[in-house]
């Protein structure tokens, strides 16, 4: 059974900076696209930013362009999610998520998730 755990989140000011972790076991890790999607209050999950297995190519939501960065480290089956200059409206559960297939950006074609963690940006 795949599962992943997310961590990093926390409250933090406007300008600031979290990076997010999401840990994989129970599957090859470098078998698996892998994406970060978030959720705000009333609010569908979106997508944020995606890497494929190699961590060639990325995917960005242009909201974020230019701010977070994407990242993974096949050796520790584990990948990163830097986000700088924090912005109020970054404020969402964010999810980890592994897809195995063709990179996505949609979060119904990913196969497992993790259970979120909360960045909160005061204003």
């Known amino acids: 059974q795949v599962q992943l755990v997310e961590s990093g989140g926390g409250l933090v000011q406007a300008g600031d900076s979290l990076r997010l972790s999401c840990a994989t076991s129970g599957g090859t890790f470098s078998r698996f696209h892998m994406g970060w999607f978030r959720q705000a209050p009333g609010k569908d999950r979106e997508f944020v930013v995606a890497?494929?297995?190699?961590?060639?190519?990325?995917f960005y939501t242009d909201s974020v362009k230019g701010r977070f960065t994407i990242s993974r480290d096949n050796a520790k089956n584990t990948v990163y999610l830097q986000m700088n200059s924090l912005k109020p409206e970054d404020t969402a559960v964010y999810y980890c998520?592994?897809?195995?297939?063709?990179?996505?950006?949609?979060?119904?074609?990913?196969?497992?998730w993790g259970q979120g963690t909360q960045v909160t940006v005061s204003s």
């Open positions: 998520a592994a897809r195995d297939g063709l990179p996505s950006i949609r979060a119904y074609d990913y196969n497992y």
């Open positions: 890497i494929t297995r190699s961590g060639a190519s990325t």
